[in-house]
T-cell receptor
Framework: SQKIEQNSEALNIQEGKTATLTCNYT??????LQWYRQDPGRGPVFLLL?????KEKRKERLKVTFDTTLKQSLFHITASQPADSATYLC?????????????FGKGTHLIIQP | DTGVSQDPRHKITKRGQNVTFRCDPI?????LYWYRQTLGQGPEFLTY????????KSRLLSDRFSAERPKGSFSTLEIQRTEQGDSAMYLC?????????????FGPGTRLTVT
């Protein structure tokens, strides 16, 4: 069955360093992959989408890579700040394909320490 | 505020009761999604509407769950005969037609507690 794996343990990073989060998937051939941020008690917030034919995408301090051979995406936050502390969710298109329901990983809880 | 809104934000109900949640998407968005999220898990897809048509339903959506979007604007999610296992955050999201249709914009969620 389709599976998305994210490191569900908390990731502690010192302020100013680069945080790198990993998303691995199996039994999937997604056309695109997305990253969302979720703060406690709130809904997820869309950050970035990367398509299967794109190797890398950037937005301000965020960078996402997508390796369809390794079935892996890496999410980087450079010059991290305490305000970046949150849970980051990786999401893939649903099995139905198209712009329909997403399948999310469990998320990685990122803590940026001052 | 022009984001996705959900009502109520919190609902406590007794097992066996029916509950209904409402979602108002961003006004120009024609796609609307419902998800359920439990503690420590990512959101799980429940169902999806394009305008008023319900195009996809997850196997998670048992017979006790029903969703409607009668005029292609707001949507309601009803759970009948609630069970303790229904306790979760129920999230609504919407997306726009066009090239950005894969990006989903989430509401704040309705937290349901079944006692």
């Amino acid at each position: 069955s389709q599976k998305i794996e994210q490191n569900s343990e908390a990731l502690n990073i010192q302020e100013g360093k680069t945080a790198t989060l990993t998303c691995n998937y199996t039994n999937y051939s997604p056309a695109y992959l997305q990253w969302y941020r979720q703060d406690p008690g709130r809904g997820p917030v869309f950050l970035l989408l990367i398509r299967e034919n794109e190797k890398e995408k950037r937005k301000e301090r965020l960078k996402v890579t997508f390796d369809t051979t390794l079935k892996q995406s890496l999410f980087h936050i450079t010059a991290s700040q305490p305000a970046d502390s949150a849970t980051y969710l990786c999401a893939l298109e649903g099995s139905g394909g198209g712009a329909d329901g997403l399948t999310f990983g469990k998320g990685t809880h990122l803590i940026i320490q001052p | 505020d022009t984001g996705v809104s959900q009502d109520p934000r919190h609902k406590i109900t007794k097992r066996g009761q029916n509950v209904t949640f409402r979602c108002d998407p961003i006004s120009e968005h024609n796609r609307l999604y419902w998800y359920r999220q439990t503690l420590g898990q990512g959101p799980e897809f429940l169902t999806y509407f394009q305008n008023e048509a319900q195009l996809e339903k997850s196997r998670l959506l048992s017979d006790r769950f029903s969703a409607e979007r009668p005029k292609g604007s707001f949507s309601t999610l009803e759970i009948q005969r609630t069970e303790q296992g229904d306790s979760a955050m129920y999230l609504c999201a919407s997306s726009t037609p066009g090239t950005s249709r894969y990006e989903q914009y989430f509401g704040p969620g309705t937290r349901l507690t079944v006692t």
